[in-house]
Each structure stands twice: as structure tokens, then as C-alpha cells.
């Protein structure tokens, strides 16, 4: 049975920084190209960032480059999501999923088999 479980969100200040991590079970995580998203309330679940199996490969929406660093520990079967610089506009509920598949960015909630619960952050002004 594949689980995927986020943590690490929480409320920080406008300007401050969270690291979110997954953790995948039950399936081969290095065999799975793993991405963020995020939904804030009224809004369609979008992509925040993904990575490749091998890590050599990583796409972000624009409204984050130069802020959130994605990266992976495959020994650890873990995903990171580095967020810094946060902003108010940044609040939502993440999620890390998992596909057995690549297909270009990996941007589109369709390309992923498996996905967890999510974690909140809350980025106040």
C-alpha cells in the first residue's frame, strides 16, 4: 500500500522560511518523479515545483523561482520543498505526490499516481 505524508507547514511571517518534507512508502522511490502543489481556498490545485527521479531535472511556477528549492534524498525516500522569502500569496495547502511516469514538467496534477494528505502554511503580513 503506497502512503505519502507531508510535514512542515505551519504560519510564519511575510519574509520567513518553512522546509516541507515527504515521505513515500510502499512503492520504489527512486523510481518516481515527485512534485509540489498547492491549493489555497477557491483556487485550482497548481504546480509549485518538480524533480526528476534522478534529481538532474527540476521545473518551478514562476511566481517561486529564486525562492523554493526542490530536492530529494532517495535513500531516505524523502522530498524537500526549501521555501524562503515567503509571501502572503504563498498561503495554501501543499502536497507532494508521485508519478511512475515522466512527461515533460510534471506541472499537471494528471501526471501523478499517488498523492498525500497535504500541509498547511500560512504566511501572515
Known amino acids: 500500500q503506497v502512503q505519502v505524508v507531508e510535514s512542515g507547514g505551519g504560519l510564519v511571517q511575510a519574509g520567513g522560511s518553512l522546509r516541507l518534507s515527504c515521505t513515500a512508502s510502499?512503492?520504489?522511490?527512486?523510481?518516481?518523479?515527485m512534485g509540489w502543489f498547492r491549493q489555497a481556498p477557491g483556487k485550482e490545485r497548481e504546480g509549485v515545483a518538480s524533480i526528476s527521479w534522478s534529481t538532474s531535472i527540476t521545473y518551478y511556477t514562476d511566481s517561486v523561482k529564486g525562492r523554493f528549492t526542490i530536492s530529494r534524498d532517495n535513500a531516505k525516500n524523502t522530498l524537500y520543498l526549501q521555501m524562503n522569502s515567503l509571501k502572503s500569496e504563498d498561503t495554501a495547502m501543499y502536497y507532494c505526490?508521485?508519478?511512475?511516469?515522466?512527461?515533460?514538467?510534471?506541472?499537471?496534477?494528471?501526471?501523478?499516481?499517488?498523492w498525500g494528505q497535504g500541509t498547511q502554511v500560512t504566511v501572515s503580513s
Open positions: 510502499g512503492l520504489t522511490f527512486r523510481h518516481y518523479a
Open positions: 505526490a508521485a508519478a511512475s511516469s515522466y512527461r515533460t514538467t510534471m506541472m499537471v496534477p494528471d501526471d501523478y499516481n499517488y
